[in-house]
Every structure is written in structure tokens, then in C-alpha cells.
């Protein structure tokens, strides 16, 4: 296997009281060293469950997993859906390490953040306290955080939001991963220091010389940093390409309605942006057919009610970019031509 990360039929199910939540289903994708991969979609659509396996977070007791999950590590290929937990444990932080949502609930507020990261140090390295104090001032000045030999006394809550996120990349990043999963890494952060962020994790990753599993729901965050992208509705991925395919030529009705909805420059107008109608469907009780039919504005030109009884496959339409529909490829493009005409024209859908 010459990927970092290959994920092949993964599928996740927790069992509830109401019933069992299909989380997860079909995913697929690889990751390879030196790029970039983005999970995009609405919340609820499965990216965080998804990264969760990656590091094989879920409870084992109850979560049922299937599929495989293969690692490429220095001692050969792990399957972390098959593995022991011994050996899963040794891959997190070390092989794969992650940048959760919240700083602030991830790092410990009665520690200070030389001792945090001191400690993720310690856990995989034979070496002394001191030798970990060096590694934590070294990591905290690498992500650009000043004074860092002082500012690695301090406590959480002594640092901003963006800074407190500069601390969990470091702490990610103080075993020299191979893959790195950052979810939702610039959360709750205003658009300044989101950009300062995305910047940071591009300059790390050709530094560390790393795969980037980058988790959002907002399209625009990926626009000018993932290599590729991948398009999550319902717990399945509905469309995946190279970025400039999947913002230039969507053909994915959820994913040309994802675009719509994003702010554009390039508008003419200042109308009022169209939201994609409904609610996401319940995980538990899903009906059959295509997961987006009820809020497809595309559904009435498939014949025989196709989208009702149904869920389309995830197949190549052109080389390199898959995409679940039963509509043909010409309507389509079509369709995706016109939806950014209007975007341009006046933000309207």
C-alpha cells in the first residue's frame, strides 16, 4: 500500500433507544504524504465520526464498525478496525495525531501547557522531564506562539482562542506524525486568525512532510488549501475530486447547493443567499432512495421516480471525480453552470 491512510467501506452504527443510528455508511477515500484531503459537510453528515474511527475513538463496546481502516506505519500496514487496542494506542499521537474542535475543553485547565505538552511527549518517547520541557518551548515557538519559554509556564485560560489553538497543533505535532486529522480546526475563531491557521497547518505539513485530514462544514475554508475533497451528506460521501473540480464543476445536486449558499465577491447583486430547504434525515429511520431527495431542487427531471426507491452509487463521471446521482452528466453540468451564473449575477439561486 503506498498510501498514508487508505479507508475502504467503512461503516459505523451506534445502537440507541429509538433504534440503530447509521452514522457512517460506504465511506472511501486514501491519503497520501504531503496532501491535503478535506471532509466537507453539514453537521451531522458524519465527518467527525469518520476521523473519530481514523484514530479508533469510539467505544468498541457499543459502536459497530466494519470495514477497514488501513495505516501505513513504519512496521507495516495496520487495519485500526481490526487491531488490538495495545497497538491502536501506539499509532494515536505518534503515527496519528489530532486537533480537536475546542481548545479550550481539550487542554486541561489546572495544568500548565509545558507540562500538556510535555506529557504527549513523554507517552511515546523515553526521555526526561527536562528533555520534554525543551521539546514543548521548541514545538510552542514552531507554530509561532512568541516568548515561548515563558508562555510555556502559563495556564489555558491565559491564552486566546487562536493562540490556544497554536498550543493543540503543537501538541499534535511534538511526535513528528505521519497523518494529521484537524477537525474543525478554526471553529469559533473570526476570519483573521482562521487564516492564520490554515496558513499554519500548510507550512507544517511541508515541514513535517505529512497527510492532512482537514474536517469542516464550510467549503470556503478548503477553497485554498485542500488538494482534494470530499463531499459528505447522510453518512455517505456524495462527491469527491481535486478542488478546483469539485468548486468549478460540481456534479453533485448537494454539493452545487452547498456552493450556492456561500458569499461570493464575484456577485453583482446583494440578494439573499438561498439556503438548502428541510432538514438532514434521521440516521435511524432512513427512508429508501437517494438521502437528499426531499431537498433536491434536480429530483423531478429523474425519471420514474428513480430518487424515491433507490440511492444512486458513487460512480466516476469523469477521471478522478465521483459523484452519487441518478440524473445524467450533461443535465448535470448544466445544471452547475447555471447555479454559478446566478451566484455571479446576484447571489440568487
Known sequence: ??????IKNLQVAFPTHDGLVRAVSEVGFTLDRGELVAIVGE????KTVTSLSVMSLHNRRTAQISGQILVQT???IIDVVTAEEPVVRALRGKTVAMIFQDPMSSLHPYYTISNQLGEAYLIHNKASKKEANARAIEMLDLVGIPEP???AKDYPHQFSGGMRQRVMIAMALINNPDILIADEPTTALDVTVQAQIL????KLQK???MGILLITHDLGVVAGIADRVNVMYAGR???SGVVDEIYYRPLAPYTMALLASIPSIAAKGAGQLPAIPGQPPSMISQAPGCSFQPRCALTHLVPNGLC???????????PGHFARCHLDLATRTRAASEARANRIAGGRA
Do not use: C, N, Q, Y
Not at 43 to 46: D, K, L, N
Not at 308 to 318: F, G, H, N, W, Y
Open 207 to 209: 515541514e513535517f512532510s
Open 149 to 151: 519559554a515563558k508562555r
Open 74 to 76: 513504519p512496521g507495516g
Open 1 to 6: 500500500m503506498s498510501h498514508l491512510l487508505e
Open 237 to 239: 460521501i456524495v462527491e
Open 43 to 46: 453537521s451531522g453528515s458524519g
Open 308 to 318: 424515491l426507491r433507490v440511492m444512486p452509487d458513487l460512480t466516476e463521471d469523469e
Open 199 to 202: 496558513e499554519l497547518l500548510r
